[in-house]
């Protein structure tokens, strides 16, 4: 295993000051148990938003907590779920008495979780909702998870979600809008290799030097198939076909384009990947009106990339286009 | 060879035209020759700064066009210098009247290609400066380089000089400000893992599964030494002293420090080492007062890291500060 680490059972925690220490103008960072707020938080009067997950899928979701997106977010160990007294402890610190929303990526671990903490924090007097984010399009039930997995499609609810509150709308508003960018969301992910978890040493799974997985899961789960290594055109057409079509989106349709490397891909590929995705879309007369490049919901140190589409309207584009400043996401600020 | 891509003699122009989709409002891209400008170029009466250099090392220079930066960059092929006509034409799209400058990487084919295309920039009336970026302390000479190599400072001149530019000052003072960060800063990288080069189809060198190399070019040139992998301390030592013992950055310093992923590796990990170098800073009494962590200046899919310090005084922390709006570093706009 070559990683710029130390111990294994140190990566969460020293990568966690590591950020605390570069972002200290825009959070804060709780050791006992983790989660991480915003600098000045509670927001009085606003409804709060808390994330978390499994870590080694950075910059989500610690990167997403600051103004227009987060409050908080709970890291896990890699690729496990955050404990019960993580979300309620990051719940009541963003509560500004207006209520909590809870987004949750769809594994069973974090799910069942945060069902406990929304609970724990109603005894306290807190009002919480939860959305559930299920948009993989690649299998219906998985390792870790009943139904279909939660991954990009919750970058984009954080930040319109985010947007929302900041208006100061109340709780039911703001959940409904994430759950609107969740229902209108679809995603599909590939793997050219694994990923490391730290504390295995080995990759996930095996993957022959000729080979790639489709609808893989951010956590290595199995996807649908393997194959050969094709072109960007092929598998983009790959990605990309499932997902208009399980939604489906149609032509007239203004989308927002995502793009996302899973922590082992360079830029340069990734748009590569966007322009074949701009011709799919222009082809069945699918417009794409915002668009995201990036490595923003990744696997470690997977090589491959995911594509998420959401279909847009000029709410959620007004929300999307909302200032954001955060360490991962930051514009109009 | 596995990559997100279609045929390797494609991959500059269809990442371009993918760039330009993605950031259709920030930048524009001419295929003939190859430079991408400000979407609104030239500006009347600011100095305009064009930097260029092979690709492979996105985001750098495109995704640093926009306000606040770079007015234009011309991509090479990957790891290949750009040609004068390149640099000329974009030389000639950004003239606003108050001369250009060049921000250019010591390499060997860069410098004589800027300088080239300086002279004919000059013959067509446009007054150019050139500042030549050398702060890797690891090598003096090295393949493709007389002296020392350019690498991460490249991306903070380009980001204070723009901003220098945007107050519009004159050609001389931009200049002078590009040359005192490069003056003022140091830099070392190391790999855990080759680059694979598209055309070539194989990695370019070979790094055994449980080795790594110390001052390694962001072209995969040879560095200082190889080694097993250690850990990330050990790592940030190897990589922090030398720079620190060669300005030398003393007690009291104020620095901005800059850990630059090299393309396949995880920001999970980056922000590790930026935890160990705050150790290192405080333990010599060197205050970060200003920080980048990510993945600015790549090399294709290369895991490893780099480390840059740059003294810093009041007047280039004001103009890090600036306002910044391109597609790579965004902020205050």
Same mark, same amino acid.
């Given at each position: 295993?070559?990683?710029?680490?130390?111990?294994?059972?140190?990566?969460?925690?020293?990568?966690?000051? #590591?950020?605390?220490?570069? *972002?200290?103008?825009?959070?804060?960072?709780?050791?006992?148990?983790?989660?991480?707020?915003?600098?000045?938080?509670?927001?009085?009067?606003?409804? #709060?938003?808390?994330? #978390?997950?499994?870590? #080694? *899928?950075?910059?989500? *979701?610690?990167?997403?907590?600051?103004f227009g997106m987060l409050d908080a977010a709970c890291p896990g160990e890699v690729f496990t779920s955050p404990t019960p007294d993580q979300m309620q402890a990051a719940t009541l610190a963003v509560n500004g008495g207006a209520g909590v929303l809870h987004i949750v990526k769809n594994y069973t671990g974090d799910v069942l979780n945060f069902e406990m903490a929304a609970d724990l924090a109603r005894a306290d007097g807190i009002e919480v909702e939860s959305v559930v984010t299920n948009d993989d399009v690649a299998v219906k039930d998985s390792l870790y998870t009943a139904g279909r997995r939660g991954v990009g499609v919750t970058v984009l609810a954080e930040k319109i979600a985010g947007a929302a509150a900041e208006q100061k709308r109340p709780l039911k508003e703001v959940a409904d809008i994430c759950r609107k960018v969740n229902n209108y969301g679809r995603s599909m992910g590939m793997a050219l290799t694994s990923c490391t978890v730290p504390a295995a040493g080995k990759p996930t799974f095996d993957l022959p030097d000729d080979e790639m997985e489709i609808g893989i899961g951010i956590h290595g789960e199995p996807g649908r198939s393997r194959m050969k290594v094709k072109t960007a055109a092929e598998i983009t057409e790959m990605l990309a076909n499932p997902i208009i079509e399980d939604l489906p989106f149609k032509s007239g349709d203004s989308v927002l384009a995502f793009v996302n490397g899973m922590g082992g891909t360079p830029l340069i590929e990734l748009y590569i990947i966007y322009n074949e995705l701009n011709k799919i879309c222009a082809g069945r007369g699918i417009k794409i009106v915002r668009n995201l490049v990036g490595s923003y919901i990744t696997s470690l140190d997977m090589a491959g990339c995911s594509i998420t589409l959401v279909k847009m309207d000029d709410e959620l584009i007004k929300l999307w286009d909302a200032p954001v400043n955060t360490p991962g996401l930051r514009w109009g600020i």
């Open positions: 295993m070559k990683k710029l680490i130390n111990k294994p059972e140190n990566v969460v925690k020293e990568s966690l000051q #590591g950020m605390a220490l570069a *972002h200290a103008n825009l959070i804060k960072v709780s050791y006992n148990p983790y989660f991480i707020t915003r600098s000045n938080t509670p927001t009085e009067g606003k409804v #709060g938003i808390v994330s #978390g997950g499994g870590s #080694g *899928h950075e910059p989500l *979701h610690g990167g997403f907590v600051g």
